[in-house]
């Protein structure tokens, strides 16, 4: 069975600083790996996907993730973080024919000024 | 361009009642699904649709229906609102073609069941 493993339910970071957001995943075949963000009241927000290729991806607002298929694992990352990024963040998988996701149940990130 | 548009944002229900949650997207997206939003349960697959009169489950579809008559809309109703199914709902859509399409969510309805 497919499954993602967030293992933070929060990340403390100061503005400016680097910022590492974990997610392991568990799946049969080639994943399909995302992350999203979701500010309070609202829906989430596609940030960036890894499908095939270059294992370092960049997404938007300055994000890129590292997919390491040995480790099972698709970090996501930031060089410096701003209050703004805070947010909640879920990584998800998806695989096979339809575009079926598998959430991790959330990492709340707070940026202090 | 108005994207997923999710209404009510709230609502409150008695145990036992029935209501349709709506979801409409204006982008022509062949795929469309319910999530459920749990607090430290990340978001579940309710039902989803790839494409007009095609519907199925997801992981957790009991207590819910759908149905997909036209590509823009895609309700969700709940027959007999058990207090288990208060949460927060999202819809979404992408275009269909595998699965490495990014999904475009609605803001959501909260619903509350007493």
């Known amino acids: 069975a497919q499954s993602v493993a967030q293992p933070e339910d929060q990340v403390n970071v100061a503005e400016g600083n680097p910022l590492t957001v974990k997610c392991t995943y568990s799946v049969s075949g080639n994943p399909y790996l995302f992350w999203y963000v979701q500010y309070p009241n609202r829906g989430l927000q596609f940030l960036l996907k890894y499908i095939t290729g270059d294992n370092l991806v960049k997404g938007s607002y300055g994000f890129e993730a590292e997919f390491n298929k040995s480790q099972t694992s698709f970090h996501l990352k930031k060089p410096s973080a701003l209050v703004s990024d805070s947010a909640l963040y879920f990584c998800?998988?998806?695989?096979?024919?339809?575009?079926?996701?598998?959430f991790g149940a959330g990492t709340r990130l707070a940026v202090h000024p | 361009n108005a994207g997923v548009t999710q209404t009510p944002k709230f609502q409150v229900l008695k145990t036992g009642q029935s209501m349709t949650l709506q979801c409409a997207q204006d982008m022509n997206h062949e795929y469309m699904s319910w999530y459920r939003q749990d607090p430290g349960m990340g978001l579940r697959l309710i039902h989803y649709s790839v494409g007009a009169g095609i519907t199925d489950q997801g992981e957790v579809p009991n207590g819910y229906n759908v149905s997909r008559s036209t590509t823009e809309d895609f309700p969700l109703r709940l027959l007999s609102a058990a207090p288990s199914q208060t949460s927060v709902y999202f819809c979404?859509?992408?275009?269909?073609?595998?699965?490495?399409?990014?999904?475009?969510f609605g803001d959501g309805t909260r619903l509350s069941i007493l």
């Open positions: 979404a859509s992408s275009y269909a073609g595998g699965a490495g399409q990014p999904q475009h």
């Open positions: 998800a998988v998806s695989s096979g024919g339809y575009n079926k996701l598998i």
